[in-house]
């Protein structure tokens, strides 16, 4: 329950304890739950689309739910993306990427990759037909958080000190990877059956593709890339599903 715990708090803005008992290693081992979150959250999506399309037209409503999706992340993969945009933008070799991409301050690419990624994350949840929305919006959240289980686990710190990602990359292992895997897909052949492991595998595969290409870049992965991947693979969960259901 502790790391289930740490898992929910750390993923979004609830707060059920303040337990000062949670350690570094029980964040890395929560990664377990990182798909448990993930369904959560989209159920919580489905039922702010649920209320808002009592009174409001269906593209609005798309756009409050993306809304919702932020707040109730805190903007935490945003902040990932936007960070490592800047660093691929602006560093030349590896020192000066993760520099960059540790650095608070937010620079114009940054900014231009958040509104088109924000763009064609609502462009797409308007285009999933109306009949599977529900469904997309739970395992969006699924998908994307279980990839960064796959990051960490998979590949070492790029950092040579100390940062968030550190305990993942250390305590997340075969264990916590193989449990939300098996997770992600219960949930994805119960809610679109072959079509939902379509959709996993090609997630697998771009993650794994995003991790071989920042060990090559940095010589492994941060939590900002963590970030963006949860955010990139949101947004193909929607392409896709828009692909196979149109």
């Keep these: 329950m502790k790391e289930f715990i740490a898992a929910l708090q750390f993923l979004t803005i609830i707060r059920v304890s303040r337990?000062?008992?949670?350690?570094?290693e029980d964040l890395g081992r929560s990664m377990s739950y990182y798909p448990v979150v993930g369904f959560l959250i989209g159920l919580t999506l489905v039922a702010v689309r649920a209320v808002f399309s009592l009174f409001l037209p269906l593209p609005v409503v798309d756009i409050l739910v993306i809304?919702?999706?932020?707040?109730?992340?805190?903007?935490l993969h945003?902040?990932?993306?936007?960070?490592?945009?800047?660093?691929?933008?602006?560093?030349?070799?590896?020192?000066?990427?993760?520099?960059?991409?540790?650095?608070?301050?937010?620079?114009?690419?940054?900014?231009?990759g958040l509104i088109l990624l924000l763009i064609l994350k609502v462009s797409a949840l308007i285009e999933v037909p109306g009949e599977i929305k529900n469904a997309a919006l739970?395992?969006?959240?699924?998908?994307?958080?279980?990839s960064t289980v796959q990051l960490a686990s998979g590949f070492s710190y790029a950092r040579s000190g100390n940062g968030t990602a550190l305990v993942f990359t250390r305590f997340a292992g075969r264990k916590e990877y193989v449990i939300s895997t098996l997770i992600t897909a219960v949930i994805l052949i119960g809610l679109f059956q072959l079509r939902g492991l379509v959709i996993m595998l090609l997630i697998a595969a771009i993650t794994l593709l995003l991790g071989l290409f920042f060990k090559?870049?940095?010589?492994?992965?941060?939590?900002?890339?963590?970030?963006?991947?949860?955010?990139?693979?949101?947004?193909?969960?929607?392409?896709?599903?828009?692909?196979l259901f149109a």
């Design 138 to 146: 739970l395992i969006m959240p699924v998908l994307g958080r279980w």
């Design 19 to 24: 337990d000062p008992d949670i350690t570094g």
């Design 78 to 112: 945003l902040d990932g993306f936007a960070d490592t945009i800047d660093g691929l933008a602006g560093g030349r070799d590896r020192e000066k990427t993760l520099a960059i991409m540790r650095d608070n301050k937010i620079g114009s690419f940054a900014v231009v």
């Design 216 to 243: 090559r870049r940095i010589g492994g992965v941060t939590g900002d890339i963590m970030g963006a991947a949860n955010e990139i693979n949101e947004v193909i969960t929607l392409l896709m599903i828009c692909a």
């Design 67 to 75: 809304v919702a999706l932020v707040i109730l992340s805190g903007a």
